[in-house]
């Protein structure tokens, strides 16, 4: 649906405008008339008199005239009774502000939900909303909402879930004199305009440079991921995601009427997508006005220039802890800042450059000059805390002087209140981004080196090689597949040759009924070796000890079997397998109905379900991707030698995920696999268990 009519139209009606000043009606209809709206405006009110200087109309009827776009601030039901009425003025654009439909569950909420799509489906209405907020076009002067003020014009998009939200940062954005808004647009509860609807419209308004977005689900998500790739490069795109947690997820649910999805397969979404993820308001905030000033880090290097040496130490561990680097200046540029300091003064000449507490607005002028030639740092945070001799407003005019000029990003964090106010708002009047503390800061910081570092792999395409390697034995898969008809998982065997018929390197699984099998098998792969009991009644065997390992002679393989054979039976027998010796890394594909394919990455043998440390990833996802993906998560200590182990191949460990992830997109019966372990040394990549689990028919 297009967003382009409901937020630039050129004419517009109000139904519900009201005397009260505390109504709804009255709010929208008082905003848009400050905003300074130009086209026609209706009021529609059942009295007919005069509000806020305005003729209304007992009615749409008697409008008489075409509209581009009706706002209903009327209670739910009363709405319902408007949309059949919106053809009198050939308008099939409406934001339904009201509460009352499927955000909540009672028998009411549920018929007037019915209702609501019964007639949006009968007029092919578009429809922002219901229980929403509005939407703000600075462009078109239009405040097509109850907040509280006017909105300055700028280059921030907000698109939100949570009109209490939205309306939160639009708030902090009045008082600010260098940040401003392009457009709002409070979704609700997503009746027909949804997010990736509002992204396609934005992605073409010149006025929007980034994008922030709060969500509590996610409609769509396939084109919600497409749009996103395709945008999120040319206009930083920064969402804040709730319902993360369990309990988050079930507040989402009562809150907007939606289920909160898996919340690491959304990680995967937005990362992969491009986008940025903000962990709290705080961080979203930050995010926002560094890219909405363009004061974003051109790399990870990072100089701290500072008065207040514990503060300073503070601000470093932040700085490492969130995976920047702290910058390491020239022997040069050290002595060249040495000459111009006080000799009788011992300032430290490291990074951070600690110019003490009497620091004087000419020693960070010098500071910044010495270290201006540095072509390696990626920004400068300039820490200062307010003594009695401090320079407050002396050192922010010789950070303004020296921006203009330098070619990264000087970011003053002026610390306290009452002392640094001013200086904090002549920073705003000169449209530089400055922070009153560091919470939240170093984290911002990474993710924009971290989101332009995932840009530059946008030319990256993913091979096809996974998906032709399964096409020869594509009968013989449908054929095992078959035979399990009303099961619920294949048994290990065929389990084990469905990922091999993908292409994946298995180690030979084999079944031994007597002490003869045992004999052959020893004379085929020697030793060590691991015996498994055999049951498809069993889903994990160590639960129940049926798992023996580092097996070194015959008469400990021939006990091992009599073990297994009096839990099940002699007719049963056991598997036997060689011993593998690497990383042991838990390997899976689940099907997702949002979202397609995923695949999952974690730790694995016995630990899996103790560490829970996993990394999902959305099928396909490119090499260079892929690669990043590992290295900025837990899993970049596996890319390391480590105890005698070369590190993990990622080539190969990325060719064995696409390839179990084209089993499931070319096979819908298949729910999830999940090899466990999968063992790595060095480029050898060998599943030693696996399980294919079948979809509910």
């Not at 059949?84 to 939900?113: M, W, Y």
């Not at 300091?341 to 430290?348: D, L, Q, T, W």
């Not at 030793?527 to 097996?551: C, M, N, R, W, Y």
């Not at 499931?664 to 999968?678: C, G, M, R, T, V």
Request: aromatic content about 8%; hydrophobic content about 40%; glycine content about 6%.
């Amino acid at each position: 649906m297009s967003l382009k009519t409901i937020c630039s139209p050129s004419s517009i009606a109000i139904v519900g405008v009201s005397h009260n000043k505390k109504k709804v009606g009255h709010l929208v209809a008082k905003n848009i008339l400050e905003q300074g709206f130009k086209g026609a405006l209706y009021f529609v009110n059942p009295s007919g008199e005069t509000i806020l200087g305005k003729r209304t109309y007992k009615n749409l009827q008697s409008i008489k005239k075409k509209v581009d776009l009706a706002i209903c601030a009327v209670p739910a039901d009363i709405v319902l009774s408007y949309l059949d009425k919106l053809q009198c003025i050939h308008c099939k654009n409406i934001v339904i502000l009201s509460a009352g439909f499927k955000e909540g569950s009672s028998p009411e909420n549920v018929t007037r939900e019915e209702k609501l799509q019964k007639l949006i489906a009968k007029h092919r209405l578009t429809v922002l909303g219901p229980n929403c907020l509005g939407f703000v076009n600075t462009s078109k002067k239009i405040n097509a909402t109850f907040l509280q003020h006017a909105l300055p014009k700028g280059n921030i998009s907000i698109i939100s879930q949570s009109g209490a939200l939205g309306s939160a940062f639009v708030d902090y954005i009045a008082t600010k004199s260098h940040l401003g808004i392009s457009h709002f647009i409070s979704l609700g509860n997503k009746s027909v305009i949804d997010e990736s609807d509002a992204l396609a419209y934005l992605a073409t308004d010149p006025s929007t440079h980034v994008i922030g977005m709060y969500l509590e689900d996610i409609a769509r998500s396939t084109l919600f991921a497409k749009l996103l790739k395709e945008l999120s490069p040319k206009k930083p795109v920064v969402i804040l995601k709730g319902g993360k947690t369990k309990q988050g997820s079930e507040a989402a649910l009562s809150h907007t009427g939606s289920l909160a999805g898996d919340d690491a397969t959304v990680e995967a979404l937005i990362t992969q997508s491009y986008a940025i993820r903000a962990d709290s308001y705080a961080e979203f905030e930050t995010l926002l006005k560094l890219l909405s000033y363009g004061a974003a880090p051109k790399n990870e290097n990072i100089l701290v220039l500072s008065n207040a040496g514990g503060m300073g130490v503070l601000l470093t561990d932040d700085i490492i802890q969130n995976k920047l680097r702290l910058v390491t200046i020239s022997q040069k540029t050290k002595n060249e800042l040495k000459s111009h300091m006080n000799p009788h003064k011992s300032i430290s000449i490291h990074n951070p450059i600690d110019l003490l507490g009497d620091a004087s607005a000419f020693d960070y002028e010098q500071a910044v000059a010495a270290t201006e030639k540095e072509t390696n740092i990626g920004a400068v945070i300039v820490l200062l805390t307010p003594q009695a001799n401090t320079q407050i407003m002396k050192t922010a005019r010789v950070l303004y002087h020296y921006q203009k000029r330098i070619h990264y990003p000087l970011l003053p964090v002026f610390m306290g209140k009452a002392s640094v106010s001013r200086a904090h708002r002549f920073f705003e009047q000169k449209g530089m981004p400055s922070f009153r503390y560091f919470a939240s800061f170093s984290r911002a910081l990474y993710k924009l080196v971290d989101y332009k570092k995932r840009c530059g792999l946008r030319s990256s395409h993913h091979s096809n090689f996974f998906s032709i390697q399964t096409t020869t034995h594509q009968p013989d898969i449908h054929t095992v597949l078959s035979q399990y008809s009303g099961e619920s998982f294949l048994n290990q065997y065929d389990s084990a040759r469905v990922i091999a018929w993908s292409g994946i390197s298995v180690s030979p699984l084999y079944h031994a009924t007597t002490k003869q099998d045992l004999a052959r098998i020893v004379r085929r792969e020697g030793f060590p070796l691991v015996a498994k009991i055999a049951s498809d009644k069993i889903t994990h065997k160590t639960e129940v000890h049926g798992v023996i390992t580092q097996i070194t002679t015959l008469e400990e393989l021939q006990n091992a079997y009599h073990t297994f054979t009096s839990i099940t039976s002699k007719k049963a027998g056991c598997y036997v397998q060689k011993q593998h010796n690497g990383y042991e890394l838990l390997v899976g594909a689940k099907r997702d109905k949002e979202h397609g394919v995923v695949l999952l990455l974690g730790v694995g043998g016995v630990y899996a379900e103790l560490f829970k440390q996993s990394l999902q990833v959305l099928y396909p996802c490119s090499l260079d991707m892929f690669a990043h993906l590992l290295k900025t998560s837990f899993f970049s200590r596996y890319l390391m030698p480590f105890r005698g182990l070369p590190a993990i191949n990622i080539t190969s460990l990325h060719e064995t995920m696409m390839k179990l992830g084209s089993i499931l997109e070319q096979h819908k019966e298949i729910d999830s696999i999940d090899i466990n372990p999968l063992m790595m040394r060095g480029t050898e990549c060998v599943a030693v268990d696996a399980r294919v689990i079948l979809a509910k028919r």
